[in-house]
T-cell receptor, first 116, second 112 residues
Framework: EAQVTQNPRYLITVTGKKLTVTCSQNMNHEYMSWYRQDPGLGLRQIYYSMNVEVTDKGDVPEGYKVSRKEKRNFPLILESPSPNQTSLYFC???????????????FGSGTQLSVL | QKEVEQNSGPLSVPEGAIASLNCTYSDRGSQSFFWYRQYSGKSPELIMFIYSNGDKEDGRFTAQLNKASQYVSLLIRDSQPSDSATYLCAVNEGRRDDKIIFGKGTRLHILP
């Protein structure tokens, strides 16, 4: 089954404790992206990647890191989480052929993160 | 800053009626337009996309695009309670094919 898999689904942590949210897709997509969704603010892009070893900042990259060592995986790293990073996070992917993302985005099931 | 604007709602529509959702965008160079549906606590899923001016129909859904007026709309005919969700409008940033901008979404509530 074609899918984007995120883990964990729920995560509660404390301020300053490094964490990683994993994202993997099995569709051979070139484009992958991370979003956070907050009430009243909608979906905001954190980082995205057009291909292996190519990553770029989105609209709200502060406090986050990503890597794209393999085509299928795009982990999101919070080196020192703070309470303002409490949010619902989504990973997404699309074909991304030709350096574009003008196709359907496939979303993971989301990670609800709470930073105490 | 490129923007995509939607009325946050909630938009309440009787079952069986037509639900009309609207979206305006600021970037005249945008070429690709998407509508995603998101149920509470779930991830967004694509229901329609449109690239050309005019109407595009798929089952009970019709997307309408007017590039001159910079708006895109979604009509849902014969609304069902299962259509109750938040609808996200998404638009590509015209000068950057790698950038999609999402609106904040409109909450739709279908009244049984």
């Amino acid at each position: 089954e074609a899918q984007v898999t995120q883990n964990p689904r729920y995560l509660i942590t404390v301020t300053g404790k490094k964490l990683t949210v994993t994202c993997s897709q099995n569709m051979n997509h070139e484009y992958m992206s991370w979003y956070r969704q907050d009430p009243g603010l909608g979906l905001r892009q954190i980082y995205y990647s057009m291909n292996v070893e190519v990553t770029d900042k989105g609209d709200v990259p502060e406090g986050y890191k990503v890597s794209r060592k393999e085509k299928r995986n795009f982990p999101l790293i919070l080196e020192s989480p703070s309470p303002n990073q409490t949010s619902l996070y989504f990973c997404a992917s699309s074909l991304g052929q030709g350096g574009t993302t003008n196709e359907k985005l496939f979303f993971g099931s989301g990670t609800q993160l709470s930073v105490l | 800053q490129k923007e995509v604007e939607q009325n946050s709602g909630p938009l309440s529509v009787p079952e069986g009626a037509i639900a009309s959702l609207n979206c305006t965008y600021s970037d005249r160079g945008s070429q690709s337009f998407f509508w995603y549906r998101q149920y509470s606590g779930k991830s967004p899923e694509l229901i329609m996309f449109i690239y050309s001016n005019g109407d595009k129909e798929d089952g009970r859904f019709t997307a309408q695009l007017n590039k001159a007026s910079q708006y895109v709309s979604l009509l849902i005919r014969d609304s069902q309670p299962s259509d109750s969700a938040t609808y996200l409008c998404a638009v590509n940033e015209g000068r950057r094919d790698d950038k999609i901008i999402f609106g904040k979404g409109t909450r739709l509530h279908i009244l049984p």
